[in-house]
């Protein structure tokens, strides 16, 4: 990286140890940029960085007045291109800045002639980037419509607000149940020796499906299963994490990983032993937990950060775009990158 002057608002580093002596810092910005947003705490980003980075990474740093009031984390994805750290497990990506406008002074700061900077899976209510942000210099594109349950009023609001499908759906599963003598049961692990044991269960079904068959599926022996390990075991010290899991008498059928806040409840991971599919036991637990969390009035919402399908979007009381926004050095940059696109989408 090219060094910076002592005039320079922006100090790139290599990682090479974590966020290291800047962690205290990025909390800080976390929560009082974001609320301790779940995705933005060290506890999350630190387990990423750990066993998901390349060696290629770069935490931003903007100071002022020298204190601390920006931190980010970029790769060099190509020559003049520079994108926001986020593997698929990060579902938004962390820009702990107040003022966006720096951004552009960060793109003169970066090494090599940067022409742009892909600021990647932006939550709008959990970034910088505003509506109103100098449209001659961002395009945004729409990656993942999301969606949420705001806990307000009670649960038996909320159900009877549900579409009549979605009821009636409910109440056949229910019926296949008693039909053929299976009881229902829903346990919630949430002190640190429980969390351990219950991902590691969750891991055993996941790895039956068809994510083990790929190769993605949580497993104690993999990557996967080391990173949510640590993530959720951290989270858990604090009170901050909660797995539910759904019993059909004695048999574990469907698991959920879920981290949290005092604003939000985050729906991390889920799966479900697809040989009791006929019963749906993945919306069974859903329909448990979304009232267990209504009564314990613990947070304000239920986030569950998807590229929700039809079925899911029944499910909630608000929907959301996360957004791909680039930022481009110079506007002609940004209309040559829309004329490439549009030659491409021809030739297509």
């Known amino acids: 990286m090219k060094a910076c002057s002592k005039k320079a608002s922006w100090k790139i580093v290599p990682i090479r140890n974590g966020l290291d002596v800047y962690c205290r810092d990025w909390n800080f910005l ?168 219950a991902v590691t269960r969750y891991g055993i079904i996941e790895s039956r499906g068809w994510k083990g068959s790929q190769g993605t599926s949580i497993h104690v022996d993999n990557v996967q299963g080391a990173f949510y390990a640590q993530l959720m075991n951290e989270f858990a010290v604090s009170g901050n994490a909660s797995v539910y899991e759904l019993y059909f008498n004695d048999t574990l059928v469907a698991s959920r990983l879920c981290i949290l806040n005092s604003e939000m409840l985050i729906m991390l991971k889920t799966t479900y032993d697809e040989t009791f599919s006929e019963y749906a036991p993945g919306r069974l637990l859903l329909h448990a937990v979304i009232a267990q969390e209504f009564a314990r009035k613990r947070v304000k919402k239920i986030e569950f950060y998807t590229d929700a399908t039809q079925d899911q979007m029944s499910w909630s009381t608000e929907q959301r775009e996360i957004q791909h926004v680039t930022l481009f050095r110079h506007p002609l940059l940004k209309k040559a990158y829309q004329a490439r696109n549009l030659i491409r989408k021809k030739l297509r």
Request: aromatic share 10%.
């Open 30 to 197: 976390n929560l009082n940029l974001y609320q301790k947003q779940p995705f933005f705490d060290s506890r999350f980003i630190e387990p990423m960085l750990k066993y998901f980075a390349t060696g290629k990474e770069y935490l931003c740093i903007h100071s002022h007045n020298q204190k601390v009031n920006g931190l980010l984390i970029l790769t060099k994805r190509r020559f003049g291109i520079w994108s926001l750290f986020a593997p698929s497990q990060a579902q938004i990506a962390p820009i702990l800045l107040k003022d966006e406008t720096l951004l552009r002074s960060l793109l003169t700061s970066l090494s090599e002639f940067p022409l742009s900077l892909e600021l990647i899976n932006q939550d709008p209510l959990f970034t910088p980037i505003q509506a109103d942000s100098d449209q001659r210099l961002i395009i945004r594109e729409p990656h993942a419509l999301t969606i949420a349950i705001k806990l307000t009023d009670d649960f038996e609001h909320y159900w009877l607000s549900r579409s009549k499908k979605l009821q009636q759906n409910y109440n056949r599963y229910r019926r296949r149940l008693q039909k053929k003598s299976l009881s229902m049961r829903m346990i919630c692990h949430e002190a640190p020796n429980q969390i351990s044991k």
